[in-house]
């Protein structure tokens, strides 16, 4: 097996090019995971096939819920909101996924038995603690490794509604209580500071759950009543703009380039990084825009920046850009001037601590950059920087938004790249490697 890939010379321009990118991971996961609760067939189509997912899956397989991957849907047969197959030393592994640990601890607050759940590397060093803490005052039991995987959850017979307090802006969070909320008989009430809202589209939209949401300026009210049964649903799921972030950041940082990416999902509560971009000077534009369950759907035109100036950003996009700045970063390094980021301690406790590794990659492409008080960077960006000869990326336990990252820098930058851990991409965009070759992209 190859150890890494190299990556040796810029790519050179891609003109008016259109491109997809696959399903959105955060609605294939939830639509796994749903569907499973609902009373029948529920049909996906353009899911996205990624390890993530494909872990979502097996897992939910154990639980004794029919799921057929087909080429071009997923079906899932839903045996209703109590309808798992409780088995005793039942083992769930959520390999790299935080939302799939997250969110299936909230489907399991009803289990018979305990059951464990384990991740790989990167999974057990994140925090269990902000899911176990409200699941447990619905009622189920937790036996953990200080707020880490593994974790033994039990259930109770007698769940019951809470009152929660979401605090860190984070949608697995948001999302754990509302899904635990249909296994009550009541009503939930949440108070969460803004994160991305498909859980609520999904309820409201797709499942047709009781749900009320009040958007305030700093925070939503969002009220879920538990139900006896619900309806089954198909879902058409829209091409995932974390994926889409990796080509229009390389689209504005190439010379003479314009993209088209369709159909992708431009939800107001994702799209930061676009309007980041945009403020630091790039040249983007929606169009086709259409709404699907709730959902904004559109295809997204890109073209290179002649200059890209530098921005001091506030907290208040944090959420909606959270799995992108790492991409920020890069463009940040290009613009002219110095910018700056703040309140970003929600990024080392991702898949790997992108915001040091950010700092780490930036450092090592002769970036001057400095982490700041509250967790925050400070960019000194500059239009051109001197190529070095090497540039490696290890050990940073297999990260698949470093690794995309890595890749987008050296086809911008040049110099010789040597990217380890090659398959790591596939967690969350198995085409990717493709995808770029299909620009143009010379990779070995
Ligand atoms: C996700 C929410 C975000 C994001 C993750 C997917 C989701 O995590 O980083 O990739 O699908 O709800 P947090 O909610 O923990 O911020």
């Given at each position: 097996m190859?150890k890494?890939?190299?990556i040796q010379?810029?790519?050179?321009?891609?003109k008016?090019?259109?491109?997809?990118?696959?399903?959105?991971?955060?609605?294939?996961i939830?639509f796994i995971?749903l569907?499973?609760?609902t009373q029948g067939?529920c049909?996906a189509?353009n899911?996205?096939k990624?390890?993530?997912?494909i872990?979502?899956i097996?897992n939910i397989?154990?639980l004794?819920?029919?799921?057929?991957?087909?080429?071009?849907?997923?079906?899932v047969?839903?045996?209703g909101?109590?309808g798992?197959k409780?088995k005793?030393?039942?083992v769930l592994?959520?390999?790299n996924?935080g939302t799939t640990?997250?969110l299936?601890c909230?489907t399991?607050i009803?289990?018979k038995?305990?059951?464990?759940?384990i991740?790989?590397?990167?999974?057990?060093k994140?925090?269990?603690?902000?899911v176990?803490?409200?699941?447990?005052l619905?009622g189920?039991?937790f036996k953990?490794n200080?707020?880490?995987?593994?974790?033994?959850i039990e259930?109770?017979?007698?769940?019951k509604?809470?009152?929660?307090?979401e605090?860190?802006g984070?949608a697995q969070?948001?999302?754990?209580?509302?899904?635990?909320?249909l296994?009550?008989?009541?009503?939930?009430k949440i108070k969460s500071l803004p994160?991305?809202n498909h859980?609520?589209?999904l309820?409201?939209?797709?499942?047709?759950?009781p749900i009320?949401?009040?958007?305030?300026?700093?925070?939503?009210?969002?009220?879920?009543?538990?139900k006896?049964e619900i309806k089954?649903?198909?879902y058409?799921?829209?091409g995932?703009v974390?994926?889409a972030?990796f080509f229009?950041v390389?689209?504005?940082?190439s010379?003479?380039?314009k993209?088209?990416l369709?159909?992708v999902?431009?939800n107001?509560?994702?799209?930061?990084?676009i309007t980041?971009l945009?403020?630091m000077?790039?040249k983007?534009?929606?169009?086709?825009?259409?709404k699907?369950?709730?959902?904004i759907?559109?295809?997204?035109?890109?073209?290179?920046?002649?200059r890209?100036?530098?921005i001091?950003l506030?907290?208040?996009l944090n959420?909606?850009a959270?799995d992108?700045?790492?991409?920020?970063?890069?463009?940040?390094?290009?613009c002219d001037?110095?910018?700056?980021f703040v309140?970003l301690?929600e990024?080392?406790k991702?898949e790997?601590?992108?915001?040091?590794?950010g700092i780490?990659i930036?450092?090592m492409?002769?970036?001057?950059?400095?982490?700041t008080k509250?967790?925050?960077?400070?960019i000194w960006?500059r239009?051109?920087?001197?190529?070095k000869k090497?540039?490696?990326?290890?050990?940073y336990?297999k990260?698949?938004?470093i690794?995309?990252?890595?890749?987008?820098?050296?086809l911008?930058?040049g110099?010789n790249?040597k990217?380890y851990d090659p398959n790591?991409?596939?967690t969350s965009?198995?085409?990717?490697?493709?995808?770029l070759?299909?620009l143009?992209?010379?990779i070995?």
């Open positions: 190859r890494f890939i190299s010379q810029k790519i050179v321009k891609f008016k090019k259109i491109i997809s990118v696959p399903g959105d991971k955060s609605l294939s939830r995971l569907s499973s609760l067939k049909i189509y899911i996205l990624s390890e993530d997912v872990s979502a097996k397989k154990k004794g819920i029919k799921i057929v991957l087909k080429e071009s849907n997923c079906e047969y839903g045996k909101l109590f798992y409780y005793k030393n039942l592994d959520a390999g996924s640990a997250r299936l909230s399991l009803d289990a038995f305990p059951i464990k759940i991740g790989d590397k990167s999974l057990i994140r925090d269990m603690s902000r176990i803490k409200p699941l447990k619905f189920a039991k953990d200080n707020g880490k995987l593994p974790i033994l259930g109770s017979k007698f769940t509604p809470i009152n929660y307090k605090n860190l984070s969070c948001k999302s754990a209580v509302m899904i635990a909320a296994k009550t008989f009541g009503t939930t994160s991305r859980t609520e589209l309820f409201k939209n797709a499942l047709n759950v009320k949401v009040i958007n305030k300026k700093k925070y939503d009210l969002i009220e879920v009543k538990g006896s089954p649903f198909d058409k799921i829209p995932d974390s994926s972030a229009i390389l689209t504005i940082l010379k003479n380039s993209l088209i369709k159909n999902n431009i107001p509560s994702r799209v930061g990084i980041i945009k403020m000077g790039a983007i534009k929606f169009f086709n825009k259409k699907y369950k709730g959902e759907i559109g295809d997204i035109f890109v073209e290179s920046a002649n890209l100036k530098a001091n506030n907290s208040s959420s909606s959270i992108e700045f790492l991409l920020i970063f890069l463009v940040a390094s290009k001037g110095v910018s700056s309140r301690s990024l080392n991702k790997s601590k992108r915001l040091d590794w780490k930036l450092k492409m002769n970036v001057k950059v400095i982490k509250n967790n925050g960077i400070k960006g239009k051109t920087f001197p190529v090497k540039y490696i990326i290890k050990n336990l990260d698949h938004r690794f995309m990252l890595s890749a987008i820098a050296a911008s930058l110099g790249w990217i790591s991409f596939k965009f198995p085409t990717f490697l493709k995808t070759i299909s143009g992209a010379k070995k």
